[in-house]
């Protein structure tokens, strides 16, 4: 991948997304404030539901909050605390791996129940399919970096993440440099 098309994939475009993010979060909700919700279908079956919803919200949280604390944390902090690099990946895989599937099987539970129930397919509106699949897709490119970070577990790789993450979080110009090198599987999963 060449320099410019590296830089503006993961250099700009980050803060397009979030720019696009920011903004239009705030112009609907002052517009549309209540409107932000999906269609309840809890009365037309609750079967796959209340396992579905579960499984898919604590392992989303649970990724949130590692990506949240793995990536934006200083990696002088980790230094001083005596956590290797390593041992960080290690933990990273074994915690991400164990909410990743939880969070999968809940999404395809979610899934199968609004795919396949005609009730509930009837009663979906487009975007709440389209959400879903693209967060299914998501996870699935997510699962999919632990084969290849099982390859190198000394942590060089996270690392690189961790730098690319705080530099656009302080808006360091030459951030995209960081991943310019990765696996082109963790490329998707952050372009998504």
């Not at 919200?57 to 793995?70: A, D, M, N, Q, R």
């Not at 690319?164 to 960081?178: D, S, V």
Request: overall charge positive; proline content about 3%; some cysteine.
């Amino acid at each position: 991948m060449s320099d410019t098309i590296n830089h503006a994939l993961f250099g700009w475009y980050p803060y397009f997304c979030l720019t696009i993010f920011l903004l239009g979060s705030l112009i609907r909700f002052d517009r549309e404030q209540y409107t932000w919700k999906t269609g309840s279908s809890q009365l037309l079956r609750r079967r796959q539901l209340r396992w579905g919803s579960n499984l898919f919200h604590v392992g989303i949280l649970v990724i949130f909050g590692g990506h949240f604390v793995g990536l934006l944390t200083p990696i002088w902090v980790f230094d001083a605390l005596g956590v290797s690099h390593s041992f960080k990946q290690g933990l990273a895989i074994t915690a991400g791996g164990i909410a990743g599937v939880a969070c999968f099987i809940g999404i395809a539970l979610l899934a199968h129940r609004r795919l396949f129930d005609a009730r509930i397919r009837n009663t979906s509106a487009p975007g709440d399919i389209a959400i879903l699949l693209l967060l299914w897709v998501q996870l699935t490119l997510g699962l999919s970096t632990i084969f290849v970070s099982l390859g190198h577990m000394d942590g060089h790789e996270m690392v690189k993440f961790m730098n690319w993450a705080q530099g656009i979080l302080t808006l360091q110009p030459a951030a995209a440099a960081y991943v310019a090198d990765v696996n082109p599987i963790f490329k998707a999963h952050l372009l998504l």
